[in-house]
């Protein structure tokens, strides 16, 4: 049993480390202490400002879009050419903005290149749903055409929002 000194001596102290306290015996006292570290660093964790928790510190596009707007846009697209204005249409994206498209491209900017490459151009459905389709050489090409302002071969942000608002 652990003395009223013995509380007074441990909690008094300067801050001591969970490790430092497994030489005391009384285990209801360091039960205690470990629950109230543990109940704190918790509490810290909450109220400080943190970026949202996303998989893998990284946005998801239905933190963007709303997914019965991508599913009936990628469904309209399944078998028809696609057309990057109409699609951004349809999932809302020409209503978003600025702000919000530039977010929308940083996730389908998968290597973090500031650009979407024409490689990953060829999967951008999937950047909407894991359920979207690969686009053929032609439909990547028009599309890259489309967006690729100033001739380099890639579409980089401001190119995107452009597309996105024309």
Do not use: W
Request: charged letters at 25%; proline letters at 4%; a negative charge.
């Amino acid at each position: 049993m652990c003395s009223e000194a013995a509380i007074k001596v441990i909690l008094c102290r300067p801050p001591l480390h969970l490790a430092h306290l497994t030489s005391i015996s009384c285990p209801s006292v360091f039960s205690l202490l470990q629950f109230l570290s543990i109940t704190f660093c918790f509490a810290l964790f909450l109220s400080c400002n943190h970026p949202p928790l996303y998989s893998g510190n990284k946005m998801v596009m239905t933190d963007l879009l709303k997914p019965e707007e991508i599913k009936k846009a990628l469904d309209a697209f399944a078998a028809e050419t696609f057309d990057p204005k109409k699609f951004f249409e349809m999932v809302g994206m020409k209503a978003m903005s600025a702000e919000n498209v530039k977010k929308v491209f940083q996730v389908l900017d998968v290597d973090g290149s500031g650009f979407i490459e024409e490689e990953e151009l060829m999967f951008v459905l999937k950047g909407f749903s894991k359920d979207g389709r690969d686009l053929t050489d032609a439909e990547t090409k028009a599309f890259l055409t489309a967006a690729d302002k100033d001739g380099d071969g890639k579409i980089g942000i401001d190119e995107f929002e452009a597309l996105v608002h024309e």
